[in-house]
């Protein structure tokens, strides 16, 4: 299940270490994306003491609910989190080409994409440097067309459209059907079949 990891932490997931023993991961997601938070949790459940949980936030005095899963803390999630973590500041790590695969970056995109006609990946995060990295991995393994984009003061990654349609039938059997929008653009997002809070 690494690849699910190595996307998901680096898009939402965090992870802690705890004085006591080794490091955890918390996964969030807001309420709306509940489907594609339980596919994540039931393909990591093994790692986790329990079931995902309701989270809720104030912003602009405004009430957000979303849903989270913390997993136990484990040798296999200390190794990430020496990996994706210095000092206490999330990083790329220096074996990215070796760890992000074609499922990694689907979990990333899920996370972290926006469809714009290509797909923007939020990656305020991560420094220029960092960037151009990620760039020369997304370009030489995968062979994805990128740009960086400016916003604001920020810096993030543009995948150019034509090379996300070139390469659709490597991310197609990763993608959870009501995050196919992410990918695809706003005609595929699925209306969900569930109660929203």
């Known amino acids: 299940k690494r690849s699910i990891f190595v996307g998901i932490i680096l898009s939402d997931a965090t992870l802690q270490r705890l004085n006591v023993g080794g490091a955890r991961l918390q996964?969030?997601?807001?309420?709306?994306?509940?489907?594609?938070?339980?596919?994540?949790?039931?393909?990591l459940s093994h790692f986790c003491s329990r079931g995902p949980s309701v989270t809720k936030a104030i912003l602009h005095?405004?009430?957000h609910y979303g849903l989270s899963f913390t997993t136990r803390s484990?040798?296999?999630?200390?190794?990430?989190?020496?990996?994706?973590?210095?000092?206490?500041?999330?990083?790329?790590p220096?074996?990215?080409?070796?760890?992000?695969t074609w499922e990694g970056?689907?979990?990333?995109?899920?996370?972290?994409?926006t469809y714009s006609s290509g797909i923007t990946l939020q990656t305020q995060c991560f420094t220029i440097e960092e960037l151009v990295f990620i760039i020369n991995v997304l370009?030489?393994?995968?062979?994805?067309?990128?740009?960086?984009?400016?916003q604001d003061n920020y810096s993030l990654i543009?995948?150019?459209?034509?090379?996300?349609?070139?390469?659709?039938?490597?991310?197609?059997?990763y993608i959870h059907p009501t995050m196919l929008?992410?990918?695809?653009?706003?005609?595929?997002?699925?209306?969900?079949?569930f109660t929203v809070l």
């Open 74 to 92: 484990l040798g296999c999630i200390t190794e990430l989190y020496e990996l994706f973590y210095q000092d206490g500041k999330k990083i790329v």
């Open 139 to 150: 370009t030489i393994k995968f062979g994805l067309e990128c740009t960086i984009h400016k």
């Open 27 to 43: 996964f969030k997601q807001k309420y709306g994306q509940f489907e594609y938070l339980y596919f994540v949790f039931f393909q």
């Open 105 to 113: 970056l689907v979990h990333w995109i899920c996370g972290d994409g």
């Open 181 to 193: 929008y992410k990918f695809m653009g706003p005609n595929y997002k699925i209306k969900s079949k």
């Open 61 to 63: 005095k405004k009430v």
């Open 94 to 100: 220096k074996n990215l080409y070796e760890l992000l």
């Open 158 to 173: 543009y995948i150019k459209s034509k090379s996300i349609k070139k390469n659709l039938h490597n991310m197609l059997p």
